[in-house]
């Protein structure tokens, strides 16, 4: 059984930082692009950011370029969000979700698989 379990988020301030990280287990985890979405209040859930199995291929929302970084770690089949000069504006529940497709196929949707979500605050 697929799970994934993100952990990181929390309070900041506007102008923080904060890395999100993302565990994965019961999947060949170097065959997945793994991606991050977040949901805001009110809102519809939205693309954030997405990294190919290998490492090597990223894509990002515009919202969130230069501000935010994804990276893996597939010896600890884990997938992080450091997220830099965070804005209000940014304050959603955070999701990862991974793809047996490739990110040049799926990099916006659609995943397979989902994980719970963790809270960012970000107080202005």
């Known amino acids: 059984q697929v799970q994934l379990v993100e952990s990181g988020g929390g309070l900041v301030q506007a102008g923080g930082s904060l890395r999100l990280s993302c565990a994965a287990s019961?999947?060949?985890?170097?065959?997945?692009?793994m991606g991050w979405f977040r949901q805001a209040p009110g809102k519809d859930r939205e693309f954030v950011a997405a990294?190919?199995?290998?490492?090597?291929?990223?894509d990002y929302a515009d919202s969130v370029k230069g501000r935010f970084t994804i990276s893996r770690d597939n010896a600890k089949n884990t997938v992080y969000l450091r997220m830099n000069s965070l804005k209000p504006e940014d304050m959603a529940v955070y999701y990862c979700?991974?793809?047996?497709?490739?990110?040049?196929?799926?990099?916006?949707?659609?995943?397979?698989?989902w994980g719970q979500g963790t809270q960012v605050t970000v107080s202005s």
């Open positions: 979700a991974a793809t047996s497709r490739t990110i040049y196929q799926a990099a916006r949707g659609p995943y397979d698989h």
């Open positions: 019961g999947l060949t985890f170097r065959g997945y692009a």
């Open positions: 990294i190919s199995g290998g490492g090597i291929t990223t």
